[in-house]
């Protein structure tokens, strides 16, 4: 049977997870209501990046996979 790397057991890495999960999905809220749609994708980029420092999340713009 193959495990799932995505499922956390650990009671507190779940709870931190949800945290984190919770302020991305609030930064691409605020994002969609403050500028709406149709802009390039840049824009949000910047955005996105602008909004994850103001709620102190580390992230890597363009990270090459």
């Known amino acids: 049977m193959e495990k799932n790397i995505f499922s ?3 009671p507190a890495e779940k709870k931190k997870v949800n945290e984190i999960t919770e302020k991305i999905i609030g930064c691409a809220i605020t994002i969609h209501k403050t500028l709406g749609p149709g802009l ?4 949000y980029e910047s955005a996105m ?6 709620v102190n999340l580390h992230y890597e713009c ?4």
């Open 62 to 65: 363009k990270k090459p996979l």
């Open 40 to 43: 390039l994708e840049s824009i």
């Open 49 to 54: 990046c602008i909004e994850l420092k103001e």
């Open 8 to 10: 956390i057991n650990n």
